[in-house]
């Protein structure tokens, strides 16, 4: 098989490509372990304009992946990856067009950036790669690499929902995005939902082009082993000595309004009403680090999520109780590891999710003898193959209430059953199982002509 080419925005930050943040750089971290590979992406840096005529792909060797980076000017940043990638194909992709705001001039940046890509990979291409494009924020870039020559096979995966194409048509220029799809050989998305939609929007454009489902998954061993050793580091334990044995809620996403999170503190604010023995027992940590800070959206977000903190810790608690413990700062994943492995509960309930891979770590991380309880939105991909876990619906105050309330009061027996029905699956579909799937039917495609 050739050298397997990698194409996404995000691309670790050198000092974390042991350790990269983010659903798309951790799973394919994981995935990336066997062969030779190319990663190719933005540097995460930014540059002024009179740079960029100069500017050139920068390269980093890390065991058996070659990182190729570039960096991006302040405009391209912002039209490209701000407004276009996360001001409108993020929302409308979680079904939120209502806060899509779209102008014409950001849509060419995104187009400019891809074709930029294009080129720079370009001439860093072999014979026999396989190439492998991921995210909204590379849609069109198989048909610049085709329309460049490229004859690789060429496989693009949506780590995002993908809408019914009665809300995607809102997109302006939402067909040729879809006929631009053709140049790929396999298209991958996170769930049936998804692929449905798009195979949907491929027959209403006429487009001659096949969706298929490779659910994403973890490196449910490491993981696990991280979440035992985890109890050995010595924050660990501080927090293990700050809860003094009272149950132990956690919650860890990145900052984004598609988590749910000012519903989850209306969640845990009616528990602590509806179910008031919990009230100066129970901890509640949410981990949050900021995401995406200079769009709008995420600002506003991060103001109304401060606020609610503030107000249900003035409110509910008490000079030796604080109801939210509330961070926005990233944690190191072997720490993250060990404070899923002593919460009793995790509270997973984003209001639509690709996949979503902290409802897996969090399942990964539990002792099997004496398992916590995972609280999962029915709108996160992972829904339908984690049915044992508390299913709520995040909209539902009320419903998240009950499902703590359960999780904290539920059996021993319960909550193990519960855990070895779980647990096959998540060892079963990992990432580097779905990697070799979507690349092993990348392989099997014929060179084209
Ligand atoms: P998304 O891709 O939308 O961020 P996922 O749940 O699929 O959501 O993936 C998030 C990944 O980022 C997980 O691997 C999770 O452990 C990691 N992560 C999320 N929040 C933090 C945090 N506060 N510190 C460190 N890693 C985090
Ligand atoms: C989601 C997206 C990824 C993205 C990640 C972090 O997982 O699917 O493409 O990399 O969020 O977001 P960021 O904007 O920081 O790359």
């Given at each position: 098989m050739g050298r397997l080419v990698v194409v996404s925005n995000r691309v670790p930050a050198a000092r974390d490509r042991q350790q990269p943040a983010g659903g798309l750089a951790v799973a394919l971290r994981d995935a990336l372990s066997e062969g030779q590979c190319l990663w190719f992406g933005w540097s995460g840096q930014q540059i002024p304009e009179e740079d960029k005529a100069e500017r050139e792909v920068s390269i980093d060797k890390v065991d058996n992946v070659t990182y190729a980076t570039i960096d991006l000017t302040h405009s391209e940043f912002d039209g490209?990856?701000?407004?276009?990638?996360?001001?409108?194909l993020w929302p409308l992709c979680h079904?939120?067009?209502?806060?899509m705001s779209y102008t014409r001039a950001d849509r060419e940046v995104y187009l400019d950036v891809n074709q930029l890509f294009a080129e720079k990979l370009l001439p860093l291409l072999q014979p026999g790669d396989l190439i492998w494009i991921h995210d909204y924020?590379?849609?069109?870039l198989g048909q610049a690499l085709r329309d460049l020559g490229v004859t690789s096979p060429i496989g693009f995966f949506l780590h995002i929902p993908f809408p019914p194409w009665s809300l995607m048509k809102?997109?302006?220029g939402a067909e040729r995005l879809m006929r631009n799809m053709h140049a790929y050989d396999v298209i991958g998305l996170q769930t049936e939902d998804d692929a449905r939609n798009m195979n949907d929007g491929f027959s209403v454009c006429g487009v001659e082009a096949r969706a298929q489902v490779f659910p994403i998954g973890i490196d449910p061993e490491s993981f696990a082993e991280q979440a035992r050793d985890g109890l050995e580091h010595a924050e660990v334990l501080r927090l293990q000595e700050s809860l003094r044995g009272k149950p132990f809620i956690i919650g860890v996403d990145?900052?984004?309004?598609?988590?749910g999170l000012p519903e989850r503190f209306k969640g845990y604010e009616a528990f602590l009403k509806r179910y008031p023995e919990h009230k100066g027992k129970v901890v509640y940590l949410q981990i949050t680090p900021v995401s995406r800070g200079q769009v709008e959206e995420y600002r506003l977000l991060k103001e109304e999520l401060d606020e609610a903190a503030g107000r249900i810790n003035g409110m509910y608690g008490d000079f030796d109780w604080t109801p939210i413990r509330y961070l926005t700062k990233p944690v190191p994943r072997e720490l993250l590891a060990g404070f899923y492995r002593l919460a009793d509960a995790a509270l997973v309930t984003?209001?639509?999710?690709?996949?979503?891979?902290v409802a897996k770590e969090y399942v990964a991380a539990q002792d099997g003898k004496d398992p916590g309880v995972l609280i999962l939105s029915h709108f996160a991909g992972a829904a339908p193959e984690m049915e044992d876990a508390l299913l709520v619906n995040p909209h539902d105050a009320d419903e998240i209430a009950d499902a703590l309330h359960k999780a904290l009061t539920m059996a021993q027996s319960e909550r193990c059953d519960r855990w070895n029905r779980l647990q096959p699956d998540v060892w079963r579909v990992t990432a580097g199982s779905w990697a070799r799937d979507f690349i092993g039917m990348l392989a099997a495609k014929v060179k084209r002509a």
């Open positions: 490209f990856y701000q407004k276009y990638s996360n001001g409108i079904y939120r067009a209502g806060l924020h590379l849609f069109p809102a997109l302006p990145r900052l984004d309004y598609s988590k984003p209001l639509r999710d690709g996949m979503n891979l």
